[in-house]
DNA sequence: TTGACATGAAACCCAAAGGTTTCGTAAAAT
DNA sequence: ATTTTACGAAACCTTTGGGTTTCATGTCAA
């Protein structure tokens, strides 16, 4: 229910850029108001309260005022999410486990994220 | 050193795109023409193409030409990166010692007059 | 040799992304 | 009451991104 509200961007597309990516890291540090988070970056306070709400649209930051300053902090959920895409790929560097791993994951796991309409899935008919 | 060459993309960026994304799941199972790897997608050939290319900056796949075709196969690597780069956050969920960090952090912050990690420092000028 | 297949390169389009500046407003501070 | 301070909204600009179509080239098949 809370976790998974509508998010309009992506994880992925949240991070994909250096700014935000520095931002979450500043913000796991604690909760931060706007001008001191944007005492860290070399962008106008504009630009960084734009960063402040792709991030909260992606749910990696929640804001919460208090008195004329606006504070945010780490929500980091959502980054299981990219954790949980990312561990399609473990069997690539933990093999041991990894055949154990594909024959659960062959049980039915049809992670949703990426991967596009069920229509780009159709077979291979080409050669 | 082969895994750190000179990647003009990074891969935070390459993933930020579903195809993109989706594309290295479907490369997982193994070497691709591209032809074969464009008939899952409703977008043409070359953009199909283009997208290789950026995974392929990004060190994420590598192509090796037979005869006419081109083949992709994943080069899952530069995947650890976002794993080293996630793993700063794992004391969120990973517990144990993040209980008494947060104890830490959490005291006497209650309070907003509680102006007080020294981080929050200079507020830059307002534009 | 001739023709069909596989693919990359180029030129072009449009929408989205990241920035900036300017302005408005609400909450301290004085 | 007036001035600062903190911040978001709007309008605008420029670059990047994803897509397409057209063209050129190399390779396999007849």
Do not use: C
Request: proline content about 6%.
């Amino acid at each position: 229910m809370p976790a998974s509200a509508a998010r309009k961007h992506d994880v992925f597309q949240a991070l994909a850029d250096p700014t935000r990516r520095s931002m979450i890291r500043l913000l796991a540090d604690g909760e931060m108001p706007v001008t001191a988070i944007s005492g860290h970056y070399p962008i106008s306070r504009t630009a960084v309260s734009k960063h402040l709400r792709v991030l909260a649209e992606a749910g990696l930051v929640k804001e919460r005022k208090i008195g004329r300053e606006t504070r945010y902090r780490l929500e980091p959920d959502p980054l299981l999410e990219l954790k949980r895409w990312l561990s399609y790929f473990d069997r690539y560097w933990d093999n041991k486990l990894s055949a154990l791993k594909r024959m659960v994951e062959a049980g039915g796991e049809d992670g949703e994220d990426g991967w596009g309409p069920a229509e780009w899935r159709k077979p291979k008919k080409d050669a």
